[in-house]
T-cell receptor, first 113, second 111 residues
């Protein structure tokens, strides 16, 4: 059982470039979420999804897009990368929204130059 | 909006001693309080959680207490070991779809 898989593990972008961070889970969880982790700020919710075709904004959604076409996959898109988006990004899933334990991937470390 | 404050930001203990990490939350509707451990280069992993209808929960060397009146909850680790060294996050959820995390505590256990 792989759990939550994130790719790539590391990425360096130039300002203005776009990219997609991939997230896949094999636990058949309906709820998936994206967080960013910055020093001294814990994890902040970017977007979440409660099932295929349904997404909503978290605390810090600006500059990011998501879609959920299947239960397994929940990609995060940066349309025009900015240095302020330099961070470590974590994808998570759970069987019952935010009131159940979340299973996290190992993260994508993203640097924007 | 909901806010979770976590203290201390850094904690250093001797192997075998106890470690306590404290969190406060602002939204009285919060009813689920998980604790996560994050090791270097890894994602956070749930170590224990507590719901608002329970005051205390224990799992071997780890315990969590909840004071709903004061909106405080704490993580207690007894008989600490070097492998307990990591970053610990508390979190709170109101039962919707958003979890608010504390800023984290970096725990060092000295052998």
């Amino acid at each position: 059982n792989a759990g939550v898989t994130q790719t790539p593990k590391f990425q360096v972008l130039k300002t203005g470039q776009s990219m997609t961070l991939q997230c896949a889970q094999d636990m058949n969880h309906e709820y998936m979420s994206w967080y960013r982790q910055d020093p001294g700020m814990g994890l902040r919710l970017i977007h979440y999804s409660v099932g295929a075709g349904i997404t909503d904004q978290g605390e810090v959604p600006n500059g990011y897009n998501v879609s959920r076409s299947t239960t397994e996959d929940f990609p995060l898109r940066l349309l025009s990368a900015a240095p302020s988006q330099t961070s470590v990004y974590f994808c998570a899933s759970s069987s019952g929204g935010s009131n159940q334990p979340q299973h996290f991937g190992d993260g994508t470390r993203l640097s924007i130059l | 909006g909901e806010n979770v404050e976590q203290h201390p930001s850094t904690l250093s203990v001797q192997e075998g001693d106890s470690a306590v990490i404290k969190c406060t939350y602002s939204d009285s509707a919060s009813n689920y309080f998980p604790w996560y451990k994050q090791e270097l280069g890894k994602g956070p992993q749930l170590i224990i959680d507590i719901r608002s209808n329970v005051g205390e929960k224990k799992d071997q060397r780890i315990a969590v207490t909840l004071n709903k009146t004061a909106k405080h909850f704490s993580l207690h680790i007894t008989e600490t070991q070097p492998e307990d060294s990591a970053v610990y996050f508390c979190a709170a959820s109101t039962g919707g779809f958003k979890t608010i995390f504390g800023a984290g505590t970096r725990l060092f256990v000295k052998a």
